[in-house]
């Protein structure tokens, strides 16, 4: 398989980074086959990272610029047009992934499950048992709780029946079942009635503010 060299050997390390191709020929990023590496002409030493195998790169929607291939949240420059095409597609779309659906269904669930403090789901037995320890004691990460703490604290609101918002994140590094994902890898919310719809059909998406494209789990 022909690969190509994108970075230059340090006479004193001897260490190169050899990107592999994808099967059209395109380099990509060696932990993200779905991002494109192209050189940077007006930038020495950069490259420029777009999900389009289009060549040269249309730097208005390339996914941004970094300094070090495999790219880290330091080496990054993020392209807020980018951004805000992602957050626009996520608005539209969001609604119709099975997860996020499951995730609206799970939330109003009556079933066995509840929403804690937090937003994360919890047994009917837990909350009764988080009940006799008195008023304020929740079962996430609320006032009182003992789930996983301020992050929880930004999960979904309501449930049961009442309705209120679910998380849509990054699948690079999944929570564990009942938590809430990294504020870095949550794009944003969506808010969900009392019957587990889509508020207005499409949930009234609302970025997070706090989605980072590249963290120390990648892209």
């Keep these: 398989m022909a690969v190509r060299t994108l970075c230059r050997a340090h ?34 030493n950069r490259h420029i990272l777009s999900l389009l195998p289009t060549q040269p790169p249309k730097s208005e929607l390339a996914v941004g610029s970094t300094s070090a291939i495999p790219p880290t949240a330091d080496s990054l420059t993020e392209n807020p047009r980018f951004l805000s095409i992602l957050h ?25 499950s ?29 006032a009182g709780g003992d789930g996983a703490g301020a992050a929880s604290a930004q999960g979904g609101m309501g449930g049961a029946g009442r309705g209120g918002h679910i998380h849509v994140y990054d699948q690079r590094h999944p929570p564990d079942f009942g938590r809430i994902p990294d504020p870095e890898d949550i794009f944003g919310s969506l808010e969900v009635d009392g019957s587990g719809n889509f508020v207005d059909g499409h949930g009234n998406y609302q970025t997070s503010g706090t989605y980072r494209t590249c963290t120390r789990d990648g892209m």
């Design 11 to 44: 006479k004193s390390s001897r260490r190169i980074w050899i990107a592999p191709r994808s099967a059209r020929g395109f380099t990509t990023l060696p932990n993200n086959p779905n991002i494109y590496v192209f050189p940077d002409n007006n930038s020495l």
């Design 88 to 112: 626009a597609v996520i608005g539209i779309h969001a609604h119709e992934d099975p997860d996020v659906q499951s995730q609206a269904q799970a939330m109003v669930s009556t079933g066995g």
């Design 114 to 142: 509840n929403l804690g403090s937090g937003g994360a789901l919890f047994s009917q037995q837990r909350q009764r048992r988080n009940a006799r320890k008195g008023p304020g004691y929740g079962g996430g990460g609320g």
